[in-house]
C-alpha cells in the first residue's frame, strides 16, 4: 500500500474509506470472533501484510493467550510478561507503546536481539508491527502484524490505519472483558465468588431438567458455618468474611467441576451434586466437615479454630426445588442439634439418620 497511490486523489481516498468504515464497524461488537476475524483477515489485507496474530492478556496471571493467527508455522499458544529477556511483544505490553519495525535486527529503540526472536527464520522480510490493545489505560491484549506483502515500509498511511484498529480493537476488547465481568458479578457472590442464591436456584433447575430426560438421582448438602456470630464479636466482620472466603475454598476443593457450590446466604452454602447417589454424596459432606475443622483461618498471625454442619439428601428428577433445598437444610438444623461439626441425612420416610 503506497502513501503516495493512496492520498493522490479523492476517489483513492474513498476507495480506503469505504474499505475502512465497514471494517470499523465489525470490530466495534461484543463478539470476539467478529474482532478476530478483522485482525487477522482484514486488517493484514489492508495494510498489505502476510502474518497477523491477536493475543489477549490474562492481568492476573500476567500471560498473553493467543487467541487466532494466520501463520503456516508454529507460533507460541501462551507468552508470559516475566519472560527473560522480553520478546518484542512482551516489550509493546509492558511500556503501552506501537512498536514500528522497519528492519528489526537494526532497530535501535527498543533493540531488539535475535535471541528475543524464537520465529525470526519464519518471517520472508524483517518488518513488523506490534500493536498494544489498550482500553481505559490498560493493556488488553496485542495484535502483531508481519511481513509486509512489498517488502517495504510501513508508511504514513499503515501506521495511521494500524494505529486506528489497534484503539478501535482495543476498545472492543476491553468492552467484552466489561460485560463478561459485569455477567459473572450478576451470577456470583461477590464476597466468595461461588454461585448466588438466584445461580443456585437456575442451576438445580437445569439439573432437575436433566435428570428427567436423562435419569439419575441428585443429592443436594446444605452447609452453615459454626458460631460464625462468636468470631465476628472475637475477632471482628473482616475476620468473619476471611472465615466464609476460606470455607468457600475448602467447599471447592471437596467437589468435582461438575458440581456447584453456592453462597446460600450469610453464612450458609448449598451444593448441588448431580448423578450423586446418597452414599457418596455423605462422603463428600463428611470430607467437607473434617477439612474445615483442621484448617483453621489465619488472620493477623493468629489462628482461629471453627467448624461447619453439614446437612443432605438424595432427591428424585420430580422433586420441588424447593422441597430439596428444605428437607437438607431440616438435616443441617439436626446435625446443629447434634453439637455442630457433624452431618446429617434426610431419608424420604422423614427420617433423619447419623
Same mark, same amino acid.
Given at each position: 500500500?503506497?502513501? =503516495? ?39 493484514? =489485507? ?309
Amino acid at each position: 500500500m503506497s502513501c =503516495e497511490g493512496n492520498l493522490g486523489g479523492p476517489a483513492a481516498s474513498i476507495s480506503l474509506l469505504e474499505q475502512v468504515t465497514p471494517l470499523a464497524r465489525q470490530v466495534n461488537c461484543l463478539d470476539i470472533g467478529r474482532i478476530a476475524e478483522a485482525c487477522i483477515k482484514n486488517v493484514p =489485507e489492508l495494510v498489505g501484510v502476510r502474518y497477523a496474530s491477536l493475543y489477549m492478556l490474562d492481568e492476573t496471571n500476567k500471560m498473553l493467550h493467543l487467541l487466532r493467527h494466520n501463520h503456516p508455522f508454529l507460533i507460541n499458544k501462551i507468552v508470559s510478561l516475566n519472560q527473560n529477556p522480553p520478546s518484542p511483544m512482551v516489550m509493546a505490553v509492558k511500556t503501552k507503546e506501537l512498536i514500528l519495525v522497519g528492519d528489526i535486527d537494526t532497530h535501535k529503540k527498543p533493540i531488539i536481539k535475535r535471541s528475543q526472536r524464537a520465529f525470526a527464520q519464519n518471517y520472508k522480510t524483517n518488518n513488523c508491527a506490534i500493536v498494544p490493545l489498550i482500553c481505559q489505560g490498560r493493556v488488553v491484549g496485542a495484535l502483531n502484524l508481519a511481513d509486509k506483502i512489498d517488502g517495504d515500509v510501513f508508511d504514513r498511511e499503515d501506521i495511521a490505519l494500524i494505529e486506528l484498529f489497534g484503539q478501535l480493537v482495543g476498545a472492543s476488547i476491553g468492552n467484552i472483558k466489561l460485560f463478561e465481568k459485569t455477567q459473572r458479578q450478576a451470577t456470583t457472590d461477590g464476597l466468595t465468588g461461588l454461585a448466588n442464591h438466584k445461580t443456585f436456584y437456575e442451576i438445580l433447575e437445569k439439573e432437575l431438567w436433566r435428570s428427567r430426560r436423562h435419569g439419575g438421582q441428585i443429592s443436594v448438602i446444605m452447609v452453615d458455618i459454626d458460631n460464625l456470630k462468636e468470631i465476628n464479636d472475637a475477632y471482628g466482620h473482616r475476620a468473619g468474611d476471611k472465615v466464609i472466603r476460606d470455607v468457600s475454598s475448602r467447599i471447592k476443593e471437596c467437589i468435582r467441576q461438575i458440581d456447584t457450590a453456592a453462597r446460600y446466604g450469610g453464612d450458609e452454602f448449598a451444593v448441588i451434586l448431580p448423578n450423586t447417589c446418597l452414599d457418596d454424596a455423605t462422603v463428600v459432606a463428611e470430607r467437607m466437615v473434617e477439612v474445615i475443622a483442621h484448617t483453621p483461618t489465619i488472620w493477623r498471625r493468629q489462628h482461629i479454630p471453627f467448624s461447619i454442619s453439614a446437612g443432605l439428601g438424595q432427591y428424585g428428577a420430580d422433586t420441588n426445588p424447593e422441597d430439596m433445598t428444605s428437607h437438607s437444610d431440616q438435616a443441617l438444623y439436626l446435625a446443629k442439634q447434634a453439637g455442630k461439626n457433624t452431618v446429617r441425612v434426610f431419608e424420604p420416610s422423614g427420617e433423619y439418620t447419623p
